[in-house]
């Protein structure tokens, strides 16, 4: 049995990677901000799979909640799960900010900082303890890193700083026969950010236009990348970033 924890896991790309991870064999474990239902339905679906699932809610944002969550996690792995660890860390929540440089605020900037790279840098501190040796952690990050949008200075400033978080952790790990790499998503159809992409026709087709695969992103194109960079066929990679844009701006 294997068991992984996925951030953000009720929705959008989080969701696929819950869903896909759980076709592969694993048990999941799922965050969520607020959306219960949402987070359940994750949940139902897994389940009706035949794997073991189990939500709990998370604020990323608030990392000194964190070792009140893992207290919860530990009681979960026992109560839902039979289990004392979990095999694999997927740091995926987060949040976007379409803003230009010059009026980004000092809150903004924080809200990005907090939720995108103080999270994946103690949330992975904070799981050391429950994580198994010769698991994995997966870090994600954006094709934003690689090519410039306007408005996108501060997100794509934090996961520049996971990207190299990555490497480290990798390093720092190692010796557990712990595996971290990134995962870069490109342009996604989901609500994410507002949704501007799934529904904004002129940006949708101009980003299709400048991808070498013809089209915008969907989350079933992530999830699986995930679920390989889980699994034993991906065993000997590590510190390594993925890109998943479809050729995005080569």
């Known amino acids: ?13 989080g969701r696929d990677m819950a869903l896909k991870l759980a076709q592969s064999g694993h048990d999941v474990l799922l965050t969520y901000v607020s959306n219960t239902k ?16 189990h939500a709990l809610r998370l604020d990323v ?48 900037f924080d809200t990005m900082l907090n939720v995108h790279l103080r999270s994946a840098f103690f949330l992975t501190q904070g799981a050391l303890e429950l994580l198994n040796n010769g698991g994995g952690v997966v870090n994600i990050s954006s094709g934003l890193t690689r090519f410039s949008f306007p408005g996108y200075d501060a997100y794509a400033t ?3 700083g996971v990207e190299v978080l990555t490497r480290y952790m990798a390093q720092a790990l190692g010796s557990r026969g712990i595996r971290v790499n990134v995962l870069a998503p490109g342009a996604i159809e989901t609500d994410f950010n507002g949704g501007v992409v799934r529904d904004t026709p002129q940006m949708n087709s ?11 992103g969907l989350p079933e194109d992530i999830g699986g990348v995930v679920a390989f960079l889980c699994s034993d066929a991906a065993r000997w990679i590590t510190g390594v970033r993925i890109e998943a844009s479809g050729g995005m701006l080569l």
Do not use: C, W
Not at 1 to 10: D, E, F, N, R, Y
Not at 38 to 53: L, N, P
Not at 210 to 215: D, E, M, P, Q, V
């Open 1 to 13: 049995m294997s068991i992984a924890l996925v951030t953000g896991g009720s929705r959008g790309l």
């Open 38 to 53: 949402a987070a359940e339905d994750v949940v139902a679906e897994i389940m009706a799979m035949g794997q073991r699932a």
């Open 61 to 108: 944002a608030k990392a000194e909640s964190f070792p009140a969550f893992f207290e919860t996690v530990r009681a979960a792995l026992h109560s839902q799960f039979g289990a004392e660890r979990f095999d694999y860390l997927i740091n995926n929540a987060g949040v976007g900010l379409n803003k230009p440089f010059q009026e980004t605020t000092l809150e903004e």
């Open 158 to 160: 934090m996961k520049g």
């Open 206 to 216: 101009a980003i299709a236009e400048h991808t070498a695969l013809g089209r915008v």
